[in-house]
């Protein structure tokens, strides 16, 4: 049977990337230590989600509740098992909360991922390495852009380069990222550096807004599912900066998995991708809300706070095109419509 390791499994697109493999015959070892209830709480936690894979897939998943901090722990399971996949999708995500703790959020997200390059690198060196990556390592270099300013969002002109979405040409360089981003702009190097120093099968993907309904969402991580949560449950949902009008474009976990697999059937070393909903699945917060309100028959309780938060973007939308000349035969199943569907179904359910 082939093998599979997905760390942050208990989290949104390492629980969808558990299932996926399991569908397609893989033996899947999950690592998640719930540190998302150490970051945001209780109800963010994701030993819900953990604990459901364990009583779903008994015979094709083995849960490992450690640290990816641990270079013992993690040496040991790529000793014992012979991973053909790592899908990397633990972190510390939240921009907001790295600013508590810097080293803590760097010992996650790159000492962490070190720990994981390294094991595969001395043990499975035939295996796929993915790292679920952040838009966030452009710092606020989007935020430069000239934008206009419109009813309900902030827009680009159509004929400016990026009207259709960033694509990886944008500078990482002379901004500000955000600690968090900072962390996360190291790991993104050294994954893609293990790939071309030491010609292993590497790719970062570069994600824009990733969510689906089983997303633990919180106020400082997982905009549109908080948002929607908030809305369904009839709580106060509070707004920091842009009036509003910020951009995000939304790729469901579904869609962002079977680009990994994709990636994973031809592999490349130090492969870089953008990856998100594009233009076709953007939304600001304003038109997010009111898709909600209509939906819901209800009005969002939204305040409003003046001050953004640091290193956030005003409007972010991907170009995928890249992935998509790679892996042209990868399509977009999800769009925002079915996506907030979805999310509002499970929010009620």
Same mark, same amino acid.
């Given at each position: 049977m082939k093998t599979a #390791?997905?760390? *942050? $499994? !208990? !989290? #949104?697109i390492g629980s969808e990337s558990v299932r996926r493999l399991v569908s397609e015959g893989y033996f899947v070892l999950g690592i998640d230590n719930d540190m998302r209830a150490y970051f945001f709480g209780v109800e963010a936690s994701t030993k819900w989600? $953990? $604990?459901k894979l364990i009583s779903e897939f008994p015979n094709s998943y083995l849960h490992f509740p @450690? /640290?990816?901090?641990?270079s013992q722990q993690i040496n040991r399971i790529f000793t014992e098992y012979e991973i053909e996949l790592i899908i990397h999708a633990a972190a510390q995500p939240s921009h907001d909360w790295a600013a508590n703790d810097p080293k803590l959020d760097f010992e996650i997200n790159a &000492? *962490? &991922? #070190?720990?994981l390059l390294e094991a595969f690198r001395t043990f499975r060196p035939e295996a796929t390495f993915i790292f679920t990556s952040t838009n966030k390592v452009y710092g606020d270099t989007p935020n430069t852009l000239e934008f206009i300013e419109q009813e309900s969002r902030w827009e680009l002109p159509e004929q400016h380069k990026f009207f259709n979405g960033i694509d990886e040409s944008m500078s990482v360089d002379a901004s500000t990222h955000s600690i968090f981003g900072a962390s996360k702009l190291s790991a993104d190097i050294l994954v893609q550096e293990y790939g071309r120093y030491f010609n292993l099968n590497t790719g970062v993907f570069r994600g824009g807004c990733l969510t689906g309904p089983m997303h633990s969402a919180a106020q400082l991580h997982g905009f549109l599912s908080y948002l929607v949560k908030s809305v369904a449950s009839k709580k106060t949902y509070t707004i920091f900066g842009y009036k509003g009008k910020q951009v995000r474009d939304n790729i469901h976990s579904f869609d962002l998995v079977e680009m990994f697999l994709q990636f994973h059937d031809n592999p490349k070393s130090g492969a870089i991708y953008n990856v998100g909903g594009g233009r076709r699945n953007s939304i600001s917060i304003l038109e997010a809300a009111? %898709? #909600? !309100?209509d939906a819901l028959e209800t009005s969002p309780q939204l305040e409003y706070q003046e001050k953004p938060r640091i290193g /956030?973007? @005003? %409007?972010? @939308?991907s170009d995928t095109s890249k992935f998509e000349r790679d892996y042209p035969n990868w399509r977009m199943t999800y769009s925002i419509d079915k996506l907030l569907a979805e999310m509002v179904s499970a929010a009620l359910n």
């Amino acid at each position: 049977m082939k093998t599979a #390791l997905v760390t *942050g $499994s !208990g !989290g #949104l697109i390492g629980s969808e990337s558990v299932r996926r493999l399991v569908s397609e015959g893989y033996f899947v070892l999950g690592i998640d230590n719930d540190m998302r209830a150490y970051f945001f709480g209780v109800e963010a936690s994701t030993k819900w989600n $953990s $604990s459901k894979l364990i009583s779903e897939f008994p015979n094709s998943y083995l849960h490992f509740p @450690i /640290d990816i901090r641990d270079s013992q722990q993690i040496n040991r399971i790529f000793t014992e098992y012979e991973i053909e996949l790592i899908i990397h999708a633990a972190a510390q995500p939240s921009h907001d909360w790295a600013a508590n703790d810097p080293k803590l959020d760097f010992e996650i997200n790159a &000492t *962490g &991922t #070190l720990n994981l390059l390294e094991a595969f690198r001395t043990f499975r060196p035939e295996a796929t390495f993915i790292f679920t990556s952040t838009n966030k390592v452009y710092g606020d270099t989007p935020n430069t852009l000239e934008f206009i300013e419109q009813e309900s969002r902030w827009e680009l002109p159509e004929q400016h380069k990026f009207f259709n979405g960033i694509d990886e040409s944008m500078s990482v360089d002379a901004s500000t990222h955000s600690i968090f981003g900072a962390s996360k702009l190291s790991a993104d190097i050294l994954v893609q550096e293990y790939g071309r120093y030491f010609n292993l099968n590497t790719g970062v993907f570069r994600g824009g807004c990733l969510t689906g309904p089983m997303h633990s969402a919180a106020q400082l991580h997982g905009f549109l599912s908080y948002l929607v949560k908030s809305v369904a449950s009839k709580k106060t949902y509070t707004i920091f900066g842009y009036k509003g009008k910020q951009v995000r474009d939304n790729i469901h976990s579904f869609d962002l998995v079977e680009m990994f697999l994709q990636f994973h059937d031809n592999p490349k070393s130090g492969a870089i991708y953008n990856v998100g909903g594009g233009r076709r699945n953007s939304i600001s917060i304003l038109e997010a809300a009111k %898709w #909600l !309100g209509d939906a819901l028959e209800t009005s969002p309780q939204l305040e409003y706070q003046e001050k953004p938060r640091i290193g /956030d973007h @005003i %409007w972010y @939308i991907s170009d995928t095109s890249k992935f998509e000349r790679d892996y042209p035969n990868w399509r977009m199943t999800y769009s925002i419509d079915k996506l907030l569907a979805e999310m509002v179904s499970a929010a009620l359910n």
